[in-house]
T-cell receptor, first 112, second 114 residues
Framework: GENVEQHPSTLSVQEGDSAVIKCTYS??????FPWYKQELGKGPQLIID?????GEKKDQRIAVTLNKTAKHFSLHITETQPEDSAVYFC???????????FGRGTSLIVHP | DAGVTQSPTHLIKTRGQHVTLRCSPI?????VSWYQQVLGQGPQFIFQ???????GRGNFPDRFSARQFPNYSSELNVNALLLGDSALYLC?????????????FGAGSRLTVL
């Protein structure tokens, strides 16, 4: 089955800095890569996703890149703000499975 | 429009007891999935239901079971609770069971087993 590794487990930045979270996956059949943000006491919320026919996708301060050859994808957050503080999860999903496999999460702390 | 709603939000049980968790999907969503999230880890897939039929099952023991009702709401049942079952149980809904649909998660039911 699919295996997703996520790094780092904790990321501490100053407000205004950029943050990068990296994930690798094992199943070459995976073709959908969502990113979720989980705030304390809440369920994961989708913030951005990318499909395998695209190399990069942006949405305001958030961007995701995908390298299918190397089987890794990354989340980039620019101009971080304190409200970006949360746990971020990457996931990989095969078209035949319909079930995403999640990474272990990255706790992002943005200091004012 | 209401999101995915789960109940109860918190509950405490003792070892050996049984628990039932409930989930109401977003209106118009016909697929419900259940995940277990242990502290410090990502969600682990338990079940997926679509149109009242089980479409997928994760690597969990038979003590875990679920069902989906005609109104697309769902229940997750866990029998003979163990300390290791303590976790946040998440329900997610999607329009159907295809990989093209994104998941919308509820806030979860936090289960503590003593």
């Amino acid at each position: 089955g699919e295996n997703v590794e996520q790094h780092p487990s904790t990321l501490s930045v100053q407000e205004g800095d950029s943050a990068v979270i990296k994930c690798t996956y094992s199943d070459s059949a995976s073709n959908y890569f969502p990113w979720y943000k989980q705030e304390l006491g809440k369920g994961p919320q989708l913030i951005i996703d990318i499909r395998s026919n695209v190399g990069e996708k942006k949405d305001q301060r958030i961007a995701v890149t995908l390298n299918k050859t190397a089987k890794h994808f990354s989340l980039h957050i620019t101009e971080t703000q304190p409200e970006d503080s949360a746990v971020y999860f990457c996931a990989a999903q095969s078209g035949g499975s319909y079930i995403p496999t999640f990474g272990r999460g990255t706790s992002l702390i943005v200091h004012p | 429009d209401a999101g995915v709603t789960q109940s109860p939000t918190h509950l405490i049980k003792t070892r050996g007891q049984h628990v039932t968790l409930r989930c109401s999907p977003i209106s118009g969503h016909k697929s419900v999935s259940w995940y277990q999230q242990v502290l410090g880890q990502g969600p682990q897939f338990i079940f997926q239901y679509y149109e009242k039929e089980e479409r997928g099952r994760g690597n969990f023991p038979d003590r875990f079971s679920a069902r989906q009702f005609p109104n697309y709401s769902s229940e997750l049942n866990v029998n003979a609770l163990l300390l290791g079952d303590s976790a946040l149980y998440l329900c997610a809904s999607s329009k159907d069971s295809s990989g093209a649909n994104v998941l919308t998660f509820g806030a979860g039911s936090r289960l503590t087993v003593l």
